[in-house]
C-alpha cells in the first residue's frame, strides 16, 4: 500500500469537485484485492477505478464528502451538499454530476460510508425474500452481515440466529436485530436446529466470505429451504457435501449481487429504486457503533495492516481526510 500524489482535473461544465471526508475500507471486497485473489482477466467494474487486480490498482467504492466546487450546467448539486460517491480512497476529487448520491439531512456524514453495504444488504434481503415467521440464519457478521441482520428485523421473521467466529461481533449482532449469535463450533454441534424445533431454519444467508461456512449453511436448512450466498470467495476453493441433506432435503443456492436485480422483480425494481431506498435507511440504521477504527489517510498502511491481520479488533474501519484537504493545491493534490 503507497499514497500517490495525483492530478485532479479541472471542472467540467457537468462535473463537481468533491472533497472527501472519510472512506470506508471493505474487509471483504477490498481485502480480496490486497491479497492478491482475485480471478485472473477480471475486469474492473467502476469507472473510478484505475490500474488492475494484477496491480498497481486505486481501489475503494465507499467515500464521502462534501460538494467543493460545481460545473456551470450543474442544477442539482451545490457547494456545501454532503455526498457519498463510488469513489477510491481520494481526498480530492472530479466526477460526473451524475454519480454524487446526496446525503439525508438528518444524517451525521461521516456515516454516509456505509450507503454502498446497505445497498448491498438490501439487494440481499430481496434475493433472499423471507416471509412472514419465517426462522433465518446469517452466516458472518462483518459490516454486511450486520446490516442484514437489521433489515431482517424489519420483514417479520421470527427468529434471527447470528452465526460469527468473533465474539465482539457476536455481541453486536444481538444489539442491532439477532436473537441469538452463536460461534461456529456452536452451529457444528446441532444448536442452530435446537433452537428450530429439530428442522433446522427456513433460510440461511451466508455473508462471511468463508467457504467452511457455506457448507455449515446447507446443512442448517430444513428440507425445500434455501441458502443465499452473498460473499465473494475470489480464488478460494469452495469445498461442498452435497452427496447428503443437500440432496435429499431439495435445497436451493441462490446467489445474490449487488451489480445486478433479480429479474424477478423487474421491471418494479429499478437500480435507482433499490439505491433511494438504501439511502433512506441510512438515518433510520445503528451504523456509529459499527465503525471500530478510525486512520487519518496518511495512516492508511496501518489501517490495511490491521484489517488485514487483526480482524478480531475491527468491524468497520475508516480512512478520514481532514489534513491532506491542507495540501490542496488548484489543480493536483
Known amino acids: 500500500m503507497e499514497l500517490r500524489d495525483e492530478v ?19 474487509h471483504g471486497t477490498e ?5 492478491g485473489q482475485i480471478p485472473d482477466g477480471l475486469e474492473l467494474d467502476l469507472p473510478t477505478l484505475r490500474g488492475s487486480f494484477a496491480f498497481p490498482i486505486k481501489y475503494g467504492y465507499a467515500s464521502v464528502g462534501r460538494i467543493a466546487e460545481v460545473g456551470a450546467d450543474v442544477g442539482h448539486l451545490a457547494v456545501g451538499d454532503a455526498v457519498f460517491v463510488h469513489h477510491p480512497h481520494q481526498s480530492t476529487y472530479v466526477v460526473p454530476a451524475a454519480m454524487p448520491i446526496r446525503l439525508p439531512d438528518s444524517l451525521d456524514p461521516i456515516l454516509g460510508v456505509f450507503l454502498a453495504n446497505v445497498e448491498t444488504a438490501t439487494n440481499i434481503v430481496l ?15 462483518g459490516v454486511v452481515g450486520l446490516l442484514i441482520t437489521q433489515l431482517l428485523r424489519r420483514t417479520g421473521v421470527s427468529l434471527i440466529i447470528a452465526v460469527d467466529p468473533l465474539a465482539r461481533r457476536r455481541e453486536l449482532a444481538c444489539q442491532v436485530g439477532a436473537d441469538v449469535a452463536l ?12 433452537l428450530s424445533d429439530e428442522a433446522g431454519v427456513d433460510l440461511a444467508i451466508e455473508a462471511s466470505g468463508n467457504a467452511a461456512a457455506l457448507d455449515q449453511a446447507l446443512d442448517a436448512v430444513t428440507f425445500g429451504g434455501t441458502v443465499v450466498v452473498c460473499s465473494w470467495y475470489g480464488t478460494k476453493p469452495v469445498s461442498l457435501t452435497l452427496g447428503g441433506a443437500f440432496h ?25 429504486r433499490r439505491l433511494a431506498l438504501a439511502r433512506d435507511l441510512l ?27 487483526h480482524a478480531d479488533q475491527t468491524v468497520q474501519v475508516l480512512l478520514t481526510y481532514a489534513e491532506a484537504h491542507a495540501g490542496y493545491k488548484g489543480d493536483s493534490v
Do not use: C, Y
Open 183 to 194: 460461534a461456529p463450533a456452536e452451529v457444528a454441534a446441532g444448536n442452530i436446529r435446537a
Open 248 to 272: 435429499r432435503r431439495r435445497l436451493r443456492i441462490v446467489s445474490s449481487q449487488v451489480s445486478t436485480i433479480d429479474a424477478a422483480l423487474q421491471p418494479r425494481w429499478t437500480m435507482q
Open 127 to 141: 434475493d433472499a425474500a423471507p416471509r412472514l415467521g419465517e426462522r433465518v440464519a446469517v452466516f458472518g457478521q
Open 8 to 26: 485532479v482535473p479541472r471542472v467540467g461544465s457537468h462535473d463537481v469537485r468533491v472533497d472527501a471526508i472519510a472512506s470506508a475500507i471493505s
Open 283 to 309: 438515518p433510520q440504521l445503528e451504523l456509529k457503533s459499527l465503525i471500530s477504527h478510525r486512520f487519518s489517510v496518511e495512516q492508511a498502511g496501518a489501517a490495511f495492516v490491521l484489517v488485514d491481520e
Open 31 to 35: 481485502m480480496l484485492v490486497f491479497r
